[in-house]
């Protein structure tokens, strides 16, 4: 989902200022000022979500059991994950592979156990309070870098926008976008993805106006956030941006993210309705990064990411709850074994730390 760079970490993956968004919906996303011990780390407040991963090779221990949910299952799956007190969830892709994973003409629609996934989803973040942003891709070729500009699947990517409002807009949790064709900030953004989610962000925005729009870019690390960035950030019709933390993909380390996010906290401050939210990876590889399965992570590490970013994020998001976590016992259980580790690792530092979070 991206302008694509070979090595990016996901393989592919990825109105106006709204200066209400911490009032729409995002309170949780104000700074905390307050040096209480409780209040020096974030809890992980959603994750991206899939029905199956792009990469067959990192998605092993998930997309076969995801592949056969029951629509009764997607929906245990999203109550799990609010459970925790996540309250967002980014699906990646409602097409992949030139299959859609809804009916519409733009592709065949992908044969999956549950007849309508997207829908059943919805319906169960509604019941619990979760937050979905639609992700709006990939209709083209996602290995592509040229996918952006191509005009055929712009018009299939404009048509898609379209037909998901009309289905499924009227969900109390359809609450926002997710534009997953991640940019590489290399220094600042491209020209081209700023055209490509102002075009995205300006048909979204005609046809549900509330909606929130996200993007969550790579190359963190080399980000430049000087007045040129600033510039960009206000000509950038998004109001959330969630970077890569990109520790999972071994491009970074917990020490050295706090430098970049510090310096991107400053460049927010100039432009505040732009949110300043992090994408933080969860997982490792099993072997070589992008050719190997993606395991959970020690919580030993995830700590020291949460510690690492939260003074300077507004919202830490994680790829991702599915295949790195589960609860134990769990009736939609999706991926390794060690993900019942890192869920008990997780609540039991959550409850410590941020009693009242969890709901179950």
């Known amino acids: 989902m991206k302008i694509m760079n070979p090595i990016s970490r996901r393989t592919f993956l990825k109105s106006s200022a709204i200066g209400a968004l911490t009032?729409?919906?995002?309170?949780?996303?104000n700074r905390e000022n307050s040096s209480s011990p409780q209040q020096l780390t974030k809890p992980l407040k959603g994750s991206w979500f899939e029905f199956q991963h792009h990469n067959t090779a990192e998605g092993v221990y998930w997309n076969p059991q995801c592949q056969a949910f029951t629509c009764a299952q997607w929906e245990d799956k999203v109550a799990e994950i609010a459970g925790i007190g996540m309250e967002y969830l980014v699906l990646m892709a409602t097409a992949l592979y030139f299959e859609a994973y809804y009916k519409t003409n733009i592709f065949?629609?992908?044969?999956?156990?549950?007849?309508?996934?997207i829908e059943a989803v919805l319906s169960a973040?509604?019941?619990v309070g979760v937050?979905?942003?639609?992700?709006g891709g990939f209709y083209g070729d996602w290995m592509s870098p040229e996918i952006i500009t191509d005009p055929e699947a712009g018009k299939k990517r404009l048509q898609a926008i379209e037909e998901l409002t009309k289905l499924y807009g009227h969900h109390r949790s359809f609450y926002g976008w997710y534009w997953p064709n991640e940019a590489y900030i290399n220094k600042h953004f491209s020209e081209r993805f700023i055209d490509y989610v102002n075009e995205c962000s300006g048909l979204a925005r005609s046809l549900s106006p509330t909606t929130?729009?996200?993007?969550?870019?790579?190359?963190?690390?080399?980000?430049?956030?000087?007045d040129e960035y600033v510039?960009?950030?206000?000509?950038?019709?998004?109001?959330?941006?969630?970077?890569?933390d990109e520790v999972g993909v071994r491009k970074s380390t917990p020490d050295e993210t706090p430098a970049f996010y510090e310096g991107l906290r400053k460049a927010h401050d100039k432009v505040p309705h732009v949110a300043l939210w992090a994408d933080m990876e969860i997982f490792e590889f099993e072997g070589e990064v992008y050719r190997s399965a993606l395991l959970p992570a020690s919580f030993d590490r995830v700590e020291r990411q949460i510690k690492s970013i939260s003074p300077y994020v507004d919202t830490i998001l994680v790829y991702q709850y599915q295949g790195m976590m589960n609860k134990p016992n769990s009736d939609s259980f999706a991926g390794h074994p060690d993900s019942v580790k890192l869920y008990n690792d997780y609540t039991a530092w959550l409850i410590k730390n941020h009693p009242g979070v969890m709901k179950s």
């Open 23 to 29: 009032a729409a919906g995002c309170s949780e996303g």
């Open 108 to 117: 065949p629609q992908h044969v999956m156990e549950c007849d309508d996934p």
């Open 125 to 127: 973040a509604d019941r």
């Open 131 to 135: 937050k979905f942003f639609m992700g």
């Open 212 to 226: 929130k729009t996200l993007i969550a870019p790579y190359g963190t690390r080399v980000a430049v956030p000087d």
């Open 231 to 244: 510039r960009q950030l206000e000509r950038m019709d998004a109001d959330i941006i969630a970077y890569q």
